[in-house]
């Protein structure tokens, strides 16, 4: 069975930093790009960011912004997103996804329609 499970989510006060992680299991990570996305009450969901499934290409929704991070460690079947100088507006419910295929995240960001398999999210929540 297929499984993603975020954590890392929490109460952060602005201008601090997060880094969420994304474990899997039940499929062949190597083998998958990554997507983060999130999702604030009231919105639709929004994209965040990508990796390829070699770690060779990463792709954002916003590449001028800075502030988000994306990695993954193959070894482990982890993923990470690094967030820093956190804002109010950053508070969402945070998700990761895979998709299948080595071509993604090299000239193209998935929409969330693509991936296959989703996490259930982790809070976080941006607030003095």
């Known amino acids: 069975q297929q499984q993603l499970v975020e954590s890392g989510g929490g109460l952060v006060q602005p201008g601090g930093s997060l880094r969420l992680s994304c474990v899997t299991s039940?499929?062949?990570?190597?083998?998958?790009?990554i997507g983060w996305f999130r999702q604030a009450p009231g919105k639709e969901r929004e994209g965040i960011a990508c990796i390829s499934s070699d770690s060779s290409a990463a792709m954002y929704a916003e590449p001028g912004e800075g502030r988000f991070t994306i990695s993954r460690l193959n070894l482990k079947n982890v993923a990470y997103l690094q967030i820093s100088s956190l804002k109010p507006e950053d508070t969402a419910v945070y998700y990761c996804?895979?998709?299948?295929?080595?071509?993604?995240?090299?000239?193209?960001?998935?929409?969330?329609?693509?991936?296959?398999?989703w996490g259930q999210g982790t809070q976080v929540t941006v607030s003095s």
């Open positions: 039940g499929f062949t990570f190597e083998q998958y790009a």
């Open positions: 996804a895979a998709t299948y295929g080595t071509h993604w995240c090299h000239t193209f960001r998935p929409p969330a329609s693509v991936y296959d398999h």
